[in-house]
């Protein structure tokens, strides 16, 4: 493909990329991987990054290897300088097109925070700001243009074409140690990295995530104020709990969340994540006995009477009824933890929150957990001839990457001290005008590693610790995570939609138990076997 497009080319390329991309951050569209087996070839023999973790700040609770978080009681007294030099001159201009999970912030000219940051990057980055929900709306036009400096990119098809096309590759400036001139780059794993390879090259920053993913949070609180035990052994021992502590009278049940309940019955039979990969060949999750089984067992749930009852209502406020107590236990995302921690642990608060492990199915099963992705999206460089530019461009990634524990993070996330936050307690916490400033998601540019911090709560940070010491050596990678699927970043939302509204009718009563299969028929024909097939040519060649 020539690497000058016709804007209508562009916009074809890039035509399904709203339907793709409204399905959230999955990897598949943001893979080590291009379509056809000598792409895969070329991808297999790139040099990633090479990974040299920041030693700068000490954590209070360790990380490890397998993954664990590092996390830390307070923010360090003294935090250190990460990045000595202003990597501008204070002359030059950015544009960065991301999306906005926050509400839009006050534009740079009435936003302390955001000059703040600009004057520390010494450059004037200038973001345009696009609610997640209009972003895979937005992003096929910004796509088939001339890029910004930076753009955020989610579930895009013909992707690995559209970076040749228009984005600049990195390789030369971070392949192996040539990333040690950027080190808090280098701090990111090697795992996020693979999500940016492409075309035989590296084509862009990760912004990472973290290996637990899904938690299954309970009211403890709630648990114990019935004699019940927050540590159910077995399946039958959990349904036991939902049926104790469901109460229709007193405004509480058991689950919110079809689909969670029925992932978790699968993590208890420890069943493959998202597809299972046997010699090569690759069998989707959902063709498996195990997940019929596991529909079977969640609707008998739902007919028992354990779920809220506007469960299956879009949009239902799961995270107030888990905060308010009606209901005990829904899966969430890790990254919920501290906002559950913010609204709803207020001083004299009967709440307490911890994450399940999934028990065992039966006597013969292995609980598992499903692996977060490595990557949340991937952020693309605009193409240049003007290698000083790309280098300037990396600074400014590798400042607003600097970990936890640096002054630079006390910039990037909390703004400027005594404007929007004060340090109380050891712990910065943010002023009426940085609530409103500092929602500009500058991370969606470039991100550190999370930690794992709670203001102001440090046994719930330890709490957290101790839930992923245990769960993390029990979590397994999605094996497609990291191949890339033509077909699925184009059919991502129309397949899933098939399998979530069967799942939906089975739940509810008004299919019986065998549309699953019927489904799994469509789904196959309608670009489920295309999927397989291209997953299968990638995995034998990334070997």
């Not at 074809?12 to 951050?25: F, H």
């Not at 911890?354 to 199915?361: E, I």
């Not at 929602?439 to 709560?457: C, K, M, V």
């Not at 089975?506 to 299919?511: A, D, E, M, V």
Request: aromatic fraction near 10%; include cysteine; charged fraction near 20%.
């Amino acid at each position: 493909m020539s690497a000058s497009l016709s804007r209508r080319t562009l916009l074809r390329l890039v035509g399904g990329t709203a339907a793709a991309a409204a399905a959230g951050p999955a990897l598949s569209a943001c893979s080590s991987s291009s379509p056809g087996s000598g792409q895969q070839q070329q991808n297999a023999g790139v040099a990633l990054p090479a990974y040299i973790p920041y030693q700068g700040v000490e954590p209070d609770l360790a990380p490890t290897k397998d993954g664990v978080m590092a996390g830390f009681l307070r923010y360090p007294a003294y935090p250190v300088v990460g990045i000595p030099d202003r990597p501008g001159t204070g002359k030059e201009e950015f544009t960065a097109f991301i999306s906005q999970f926050r509400p839009i912030p006050p534009p740079a000219s009435r936003n302390e925070y955001w000059r703040n940051i600009n004057d520390k990057l010494g450059v004037t980055l200038n973001l345009q700001m696009v609610p997640n929900s209009n972003y895979a709306d937005k992003l096929p036009t910004v796509l088939s243009g001339e890029l910004p400096d930076f753009t955020m990119i989610q579930n895009t098809p013909n992707l690995p074409q559209l970076m040749k096309a228009k984005c600049q590759d990195l390789t030369e400036f971070l392949s192996g140690d040539a990333v040690k001139d950027y080190p808090m780059l280098a701090n990111l794993r090697p795992e996020s990295w693979r999500t940016t390879v492409f075309n035989g090259g590296i084509y862009g920053i990760p912004i990472p995530r973290e290996r637990v993913g899904s938690i299954w949070y309970t009211r403890v609180d709630i648990l114990k104020s019935l004699g019940l035990n927050a540590a159910p052994a077995t399946f039958a021992e959990f349904k036991e709990i939902a049926k104790a502590v469901t109460d229709p009278k007193n405004n509480r049940w058991a689950f919110h969340g079809g689909t969670g309940v029925r992932d978790l019955v699968l993590r208890m039979m420890g069943a493959p994540v998202g597809w299972q990969e046997d010699g090569g060949k690759f069998t989707s999750v959902n063709e498996l006995e195990q997940t019929e089984q596991a529909i079977s067992d969640t609707r008998e749930l739902v007919k028992a009477g354990y779920f809220h009852p506007d469960t299956f209502t879009q949009g239902a406020p799961f995270k107030d009824w888990l905060g308010g107590g009606r209901v005990v236990m829904v899966s969430d995302n890790y990254s919920a933890w501290p906002q559950y921690v913010t609204q709803y642990l207020k001083p004299n608060s009967p709440v307490e929150l911890n994450g399940m492990l999934p028990p065992k199915y039966d006597a013969s099963s292995t609980p598992n957990l499903a692996r977060g992705v490595p990557s949340f999206s991937t952020t693309v460089f605009k193409k240049t001839d003007d290698k000083e530019r790309v280098k300037l461009m990396l600074r400014v990634a590798n400042y607003l990457a600097a970990p936890f524990g640096t002054q630079e993070y006390l910039i990037n996330r909390y703004g400027k001290e005594g404007v929007d936050y004060t340090m109380t307690n050891g712990d910065p916490i943010l002023t009426s005008r940085g609530e409103v400033e500092h929602t500009a998601e500058f991370y969606r540019i470039a991100d550190a590693p999370w930690p794992l911090y709670e203001p102001g709560h440090p046994e719930e940070t330890k709490k957290e610790h101790a839930y992923q010491v245990k769960a993390v050596p029990m979590t397994l990678a999605n094996p497609a995570d990291t191949l890339y699927s033509e077909t699925w970043s184009r059919k991502r939302n129309t397949l899933t939609k098939m399998t979530d509204d069967a799942l939906s009718d089975i739940l509810q009563g008004r299919k019986e138990l065998s549309a699953w299969g019927e489904t799994m028929e469509r789904w196959r024909k309608q670009g489920g076997d295309e999927v397989r097939k291209e997953y299968e040519e990638a995995f034998a060649a990334s070997k």
